[in-house]
């Protein structure tokens, strides 16, 4: 699933392609697309239909359109893209919804193959981390990601020591840090050289913040990398690859040598999906042995 790096990539290419354009038709090829959007798919079209698209925001895993006081909310899920191109191409095999211009320029296409992924208008309300502009109402619950200026690097540090649970379950967790998913949280915890199911009570001051600023680092070298692509499933908005998976020192690397110190990486089973580190670099802590 696509996680901040990713979908930071996208953000950026409809900034370029979408913001200041006004909607002139939107067509829902299939309901499951907008599933989320309890109105129905007629109401998704005609909410948008006709209004203005401001400079397109992210927060964690999730983007939006903003237009006037509500937004065009995107989840990629599993396989979801946002394309753009000419309007008179033909239509991907998994094209879902098409959003066609005034300005009879490029269209934009939510593409999406497993259909995991959804689209929805929803209310844009006051950001209750202190943000400024509006958030969508149906993620104002979800934490700040470590890119965002309001993101306080001392209340997350204070969460982790209040928090009962491994440090990797903690990263996976929305209301404490959004964004950080399997890929970058397996990242993030071999270059601080913590095992996952350490206690997040037991790190030192020092080692969260060594922690938080891996997960920056990292996140940060998969953007200007475009992200991490597995299969043809994440695209940008011009249909490309991102190339950071050459880069990767952990995730998907079973068996490789630790870029480190040489030892085979380990991979074990967390949260139905699979977790990687070295086994000497990331001593597994001794009361979870």
């Not at 299939?30 to 397109?56: C, K, M, N, Q, Y």
């Not at 299969?231 to 480190?260: I, K, Q, T």
Request: glycine share 10%.
């Amino acid at each position: 699933m696509p996680e901040l790096p990713e979908v930071e990539v996208v953000r950026r290419g409809l900034a370029r392609w979408a913001s200041g354009r006004t909607v002139a038709s939107v067509e829902v090829l299939h309901p499951r697309a907008v599933r989320r959007h309890l109105p129905g798919a007629a109401d998704f079209a005609a909410r948008i239909a006709g209004s203005t698209l401001d400079e397109p925001r992210r927060r964690g895993k999730y983007l939006w359109l903003p237009f006037g006081d509500a937004a065009v909310l995107a989840h990629l899920g599993m396989s979801g893209q946002l394309l753009v191109g000419e309007a008179d191409a033909p239509p991907q095999r998994h094209l879902r919804v098409r959003l066609a211009f005034a300005d009879d320029g490029l269209d934009l296409r939510f593409v999406d193959q497993r259909t995991f992924g959804h689209l929805m208008v929803c209310p844009l309300v006051p950001d209750p981390r202190g943000g400024e502009g509006g958030v969508p109402d149906v993620i104002a619950h979800i934490a700040a990601d470590p890119f965002e200026p309001v993101f306080d690097d001392e209340a997350f540090f204070k969460a982790l020591k209040r928090k009962q649970t491994g440090v990797k379950r903690a990263l996976l967790d929305q209301s404490l840090i959004s964004g950080v998913g399997n890929i970058y949280a397996d990242e993030a915890l071999w270059r601080a050289g913590l095992h996952g199911e350490r206690p997040t009570a037991r790190l030192t001051g020092a080692q969260s913040a060594l922690l938080l600023r891996s997960v920056r680092e990292v996140m940060d070298e998969a953007l200007r990398a475009g992200g991490t692509s597995f299969d043809s499933l994440y695209v940008n908005v011009n249909g490309e690859s991102g190339y950071f998976e050459r880069s990767l020192n952990a995730y998907g690397r079973r068996d490789e040598p630790c870029a480190r110190c040489g030892t085979a990486i380990l991979r074990e089973v967390f949260m139905n999906r699979s977790s990687y580190s070295c086994p000497r670099c990331q001593p597994r802590p001794r009361l979870v042995r």
